[in-house]
């Protein structure tokens, strides 16, 4: 069996390794740079300003606002507002803490954790949860014998939330609460503990089915040689909930034949219960179903689990059936298609979405080898995708990636090809950033020697509206592996240009440029990067990438700015200054 890494790390990262500093900032071309609302000194005494008025809406809009300015002297403005005579301010201010969070926001939370207004402990367990401390904030432990049944469940899921299970002589109480919702989360956190079933001494079949599952899951992974037969009745019991609970039961028991039959069940909330726990256990004899269930689920989040499931079982069986099941799938991805557009008419996202999967999986199982690639299960079928479809499709690009993975270089005329037509495409729409960029990973893991010009012109496509900024980001990750090719110098030159502020790229490919021109050690970029840091827009992420950049070039201590001042729509003071 194949073990599934903690976090999938994408191909471009893993290409990037031997040249990336220790340091480095990790981002993929995924990411989301927020650029974030930012208050000036100026804007933040404004909003503290009206702390002070009369009308309770105003200070609760100005509370919730300074939790908006990204800027830490707002903190000693909220621990003010934590300190109002109107418990509404005083929640706002929990939220808002959590929101600004930076150091310090804790301070102005935990302190909140006695109030005595139910609605503001509430909003204060939230606040913590999102925080997410490095050690229970004292006050969580008095909070589960609180008065309101409310504040005891969630400070049963803040303890849940942070890891932790709850003391053991409160939690045996509230294992038995009177109120079902408070029961539910104590045996939610129970799973945390080194022994949770011994305090579920049977199950009850007069409780409701929500506390009925979760006791069931409780036993099963801490007594299931005693409780075997209540699992087993579970399994079968009419409702769904009770049913689940068995399902994860049986994946905690390590039960591998009795999660195979739970993969049968009618209800999709239990399958997919059954699904993740055949993935945690790597149930060869799962395989067959579990592609099916792949293949037909009707909802992502049990395709994705039956698709993680698959890659952490990872063995030869599961490759030559999703081989077949590819081969299939082409057949159908071009049954339709209009021979004189050579564009399908089609089609369904399960289509598209069981194709890539098939082709990141055999990725994943056949990474690294190049000697065997012909002969592998489902390469022959990747090439003939590559030939088949359009530009634009995205089974393209996870089949790039994955021929590349592989190392089949038989791959590379076809992915050459295909890049060539990204970077001529100037039509409407332009050819897909993210299938571009994919190609760009296959040829960077092949090593293509002539890879490096095709994708600098798509760097110098100018699509509509805008430039083919996806595909821009994964050539920053990319060309730097290349830097020892004959076109270390078109290469270095290439990211100077998307580097420039002048030509348009946008802060995230800039962001990548940045540390691509770390990777190359490119010395001539730091005029660049010193522009960008005086523009201080794009948000305060991407300003730190470049501040990381410049002081990897130069050797000097470089901090980054804080963003230009920039007011939300919504506050309840609109600061004109923009220093």
């Known amino acids: 069996m194949k073990p599934l890494p903690h976090v999938m790390i994408t191909l471009a990262l893993l290409l990037a390794a031997a040249v990336a500093p220790a340091d480095e900032p990790a981002f993929t071309p995924e990411t989301h740079f927020a650029d974030r609302s930012y208050g000036s000194a100026f804007a933040v005494k404004l909003l503290g300003d009206v702390l002070d008025e009369p009308d309770v809406l105003a200070r609760v809009a100005a509370t919730a606002d300074l939790g908006e300015t990204d800027n830490s002297d707002a903190l000693s403005l909220l621990a003010k507002a934590s300190r109002d005579n109107d418990a509404r301010v005083r929640a706002t201010a929990a939220t808002a803490?959590?929101?600004?969070?930076?150091?310090?926001?804790?301070?102005?939370?935990?302190?909140?954790?006695?109030?005595?207004?139910?609605?503001?402990?509430?909003?204060?367990?939230?606040?913590?949860?999102?925080l997410q401390p490095a050690e229970p904030p004292v006050a969580l432990t008095d909070l589960l014998g609180h008065d309101?049944?409310?504040?005891?469940?969630?400070?049963?899921?803040?303890?849940?939330?942070?890891?932790?299970?709850?003391?053991?002589?409160?939690?045996?109480?509230?294992?038995?609460?009177?109120?079902?919702?408070?029961?539910?989360r104590a045996l939610a956190n129970a799973l945390l503990c080194s022994d949770g079933a011994r305090w579920v001494d049977a199950v009850d079949a007069a409780q409701p089915p929500a506390v009925r599952a979760a006791a069931i899951e409780v036993l099963g992974k801490f007594a299931f040689a005693t409780s075997r037969d209540s699992v087993a009745k579970a399994s079968k019991d009419d409702h769904i909930l009770v049913r689940r609970g068995a399902a994860r039961a049986y994946g905690h028991a390590q039960a591998a034949d009795d999660v195979c039959r739970m993969l049968d069940d009618p209800s999709p909330i239990v399958r997919l219960a059954a699904i993740r726990a055949a993935g945690d256990l790597g149930i060869n004899a799962a395989t067959d179903r579990l592609v099916e269930l792949m293949l037909t689920a009707p909802d992502e989040q049990?395709?994705?689990?039956?698709?993680?499931?698959?890659?952490?079982?990872?063995?030869?069986?599961?490759?030559?059936?999703?081989?077949?099941?590819?081969?299939?799938?082409l057949a159908e991805l071009t049954a339709d298609r209009d021979p004189e557009t050579s564009t399908s008419q089609r089609r369904g996202e399960r289509l598209d979405r069981n194709a890539m999967s098939c082709c990141d999986i055999l990725?994943?199982?056949?990474?690294?080898?190049?000697?065997?690639?012909?002969?592998?299960?489902?390469?022959?079928?990747?090439?003939?995708?590559?030939?088949?479809?359009?530009?634009?499709?995205?089974?393209?690009?996870?089949?790039?990636?994955?021929?590349?993975?592989?190392?089949d270089a038989r791959a590379i005329p076809l992915l050459r090809k295909l890049l060539a037509t990204c970077a001529t495409n100037r039509g409407d729409p332009p050819p897909s950033g993210d299938v571009t960029g994919q190609i760009c990973l296959g040829l960077a893991a092949l090593q293509d020697p002539k890879a490096p010009p095709l994708m600098i012109d798509v760097i110098n496509v100018n699509g509509q509206p805008s430039r083919l900024s996806r595909a821009v980001r994964y050539i920053m990750d990319v060309l730097p592996t290349f830097d020892g090719s004959p076109h270390a110098e078109d290469i270095r030159e290439a990211v100077l240009t998307v580097l420039d502020p002048a030509t348009g790229f946008g802060r995230a490919c800039q962001a990548h440029a940045a540390r691509a021109a770390v990777r190359l050690d490119l010395k001539d970029a730091t005029t660049l990067l010193e522009e960008l840091l005086d523009e201080r827009t794009g948000g305060r992420e991407v300003l730190q990438i470049f501040a990381w950049a410049l002081s990897q070039l130069t050797g000097a201590d470089v901090h980054a700015p804080n963003p230009r001042p920039k007011a939300c729509d919504g506050w309840i003071v609109r600061p004109v200054d923009t220093r």
């Open 363 to 407: 990725g994943e199982i056949f990474a690294g080898r190049p000697q065997q690639a012909a002969t592998l299960p489902g390469t022959d079928t990747m090439l003939n995708l590559l030939d088949a479809l359009d530009i634009n499709e995205r089974p393209v690009g996870a089949a790039a990636e994955a021929l590349g993975r592989i190392g």
């Open 97 to 130: 803490a959590a929101v600004l969070n930076k150091p310090g926001s804790l301070d102005v939370v935990a302190p909140l954790l006695t109030d005595t207004d139910s609605r503001v402990v509430l909003r204060v367990l939230d606040a913590i949860r999102r």
């Open 302 to 329: 049990a395709h994705r689990a039956a698709r993680r499931a698959l890659l952490t079982i990872g063995t030869d069986d599961v490759a030559a059936r999703l081989a077949q099941a590819l081969s299939t799938l």
């Open 148 to 184: 309101d049944p409310l504040v005891r469940a969630s400070t049963l899921q803040t303890w849940t939330a942070l890891g932790r299970p709850a003391p053991d002589a409160t939690l045996a109480t509230l294992v038995v609460d009177p109120t079902v919702f408070v029961r539910l």
